[in-house]
């Protein structure tokens, strides 16, 4: 019996090869003719709802969806929207002006596709783990709900870069793929960071994982790869070096480090002459990645923003199917 694929109920995650190599083949048709599903989206709308700020996810989801013939919205809820109180049974007594359970509902009767960017507080780490607040929209929107980065995972980012990484790969056996640790001044989420581990391992590639002491990623999202704690030596050989800051998991939100040392110049590639270094942007250059390695031609950056569009309008149109 043929193996059929059931279109998307809500994009959130990673689900598996045979789904993740048929949004790959997807984007790669759009990237190729983007309006080849003009009329697709017609007379259907997707709310793209950010708590938090953003320019790729933005404005190439919105790009995704107007390929597709739709008319998306956005909203700048952190800062153009009432207050939300997240808890149920809350007192609203304190500064909240409007509970998720009503703001959700209401924009799941404006919407076909609710679209929703909600970062981790990185102070409350269970809170942060379960993926709180993007739940609640998913719990009280009523309609198929697309993660435009939520506090763990961020699975357009990381359906863009797999769509890179088959783009920039003809050799016969699976690249060797390195996701590197950065330095930086902030605390960062760790989404990316978990989500392109999770991708990369669920697309069967050779996944190694190098960062300082105490920057281990939540296992739930590493299993199978292999860490590596030296850089130099995890570097060696490697195809693809995704480079990317996190906080601590273990010691939640924390800075450990800001080691200039771990930051990538073309001095790190001696043995590895031919790898691809891709980021996900926003970059902080010369503190997370050299203007040496962003401006030559290692660097795969431009290429992973440009398929954000066609990642986003592989998962739209899948999504689609099921309206
Ligand atoms: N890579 C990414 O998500 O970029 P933005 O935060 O600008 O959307």
């Not at 699976?174 to 001044?185: C, E, F, R």
């Not at 970059?283 to 986003?312: C, H, M, T």
Request: aromatic share 8%; proline share 4%.
């Amino acid at each position: 019996m043929a193996n059929i694929i059931q279109p998307l109920k809500h994009f959130t995650k990673f689900e598996s090869i045979t789904q993740g190599q048929k949004l790959i083949e997807q984007a790669l048709i759009y990237k190729e003719n983007p309006n080849l599903d003009k009329a697709k989206g017609a007379g259907k709308r997707i709310g793209c709802i950010f708590l938090n700020p953003s320019l790729r996810t933005r404005v190439s989801t919105q790009l995704a969806a107007l390929n597709l013939g739709m008319d998306p919205i956005v909203l700048n809820m952190d800062k153009e929207g009432w207050a939300l109180e997240m808890r149920d049974g809350a007192v609203m007594n304190l500064g909240t002006v409007e509970h998720i359970k009503d703001a959700a509902a209401v924009l799941g009767s404006y919407f076909d596709i609710l679209a929703i960017r909600a970062f981790p507080s990185l102070t409350n780490k269970e809170e942060d783990r379960s993926d709180f607040i993007f739940s609640q929209f998913v719990k009280y929107s009523g309609i198929p709900v697309v993660s435009l980065e939520s506090a763990t995972r961020h699975p357009l980012q990381s359906l863009a870069d797999q769509i890179t990484i088959q783009e920039n790969w003809s050799g016969k056996s699976k690249p060797k793929v390195v996701l590197t640790w950065g330095p930086h001044i902030k605390a960062i989420p760790h989404a990316v960071a978990n989500s392109f581990s999770e991708w990369t391992l669920g697309m069967d590639h050779d996944l190694t994982i190098t960062h300082p002491a105490g920057y281990e990623l939540d296992e739930e999202f590493t299993r199978g790869a292999t860490i590596e704690y030296d850089q130099s030596k995890a570097l060696e050989d490697a195809d693809f070096v995704y480079v990317k800051n996190w906080s601590a998991f273990n010691e939640y939100g924390k800075i450990l480090s800001t080691d200039s040392s771990w930051m990538l110049t073309e001095s790190h590639f001696q043995k590895a002459s031919t790898a691809k270094v891709m980021h996900c942007l926003p970059v902080r250059r010369n503190l997370e990645l050299s203007d040496e390695i962003l401006d030559g031609s290692r660097s795969l950056v431009q290429q992973q923003a440009k398929n954000r569009i066609f990642a986003a309008q592989a998962v739209i149109s899948d999504l689609l199917e099921q309206l």
